[in-house]
């Protein structure tokens, strides 16, 4: 049997602490379905499609890694594409108490799924999307924490505002 994961997030936009958390979920399944939310209530900076086809460019060298969204419950995408696993990545002691409220909920919806989590790499621990969009927008240097193509993007994003 093929062992299928989903990784879900928003990936606003992807970042190393992502595609660590991404590379190591590779390792270990098969296969491994980036899934992009599309969340409403969140207002992103980049584009569902940008986010997708950011993803796309930086996990290239990654057979196993597919790119994909999704708008609904996380469950009913796993079980569409066969996933019998979500991939989460934690952070910090503050990441885990959320974590663990959606764990639960999914575990109710869908007794068959199973939730891992990968720490972070220690490097990373600090590394949010939101930092990145931060530093970037009062021009930082952002070259240690997002690949060379989203440093571009962000780049363009901040240049035409
Ligand atoms: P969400 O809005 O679902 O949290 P994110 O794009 O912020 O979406 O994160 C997607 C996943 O990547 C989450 O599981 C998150 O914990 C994980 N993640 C984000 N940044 C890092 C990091 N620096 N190290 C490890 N995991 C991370």
Redesign the pocket.
Known sequence: MTKIAV??????PI?F??L??ISRGASVFDEIHVVV?NNST?KSLFTLEERMALISQVTSTLPNVKVDTFSGLLVEYAKSVNAHAII????AVS?FEYEMQITSMNRVLDKSIETFF?M??NQ??F???SIVKEVAKYGGDISELVPKQVEDALKLKFDKS
């Open positions: 990784v879900p997030g928003s990936f606003d970042t602490g992502h660590d958390i939310l969140k989460r990545g934690l952070r990441d990968i972070t790499n990373y621990s590394l949010s999307s």
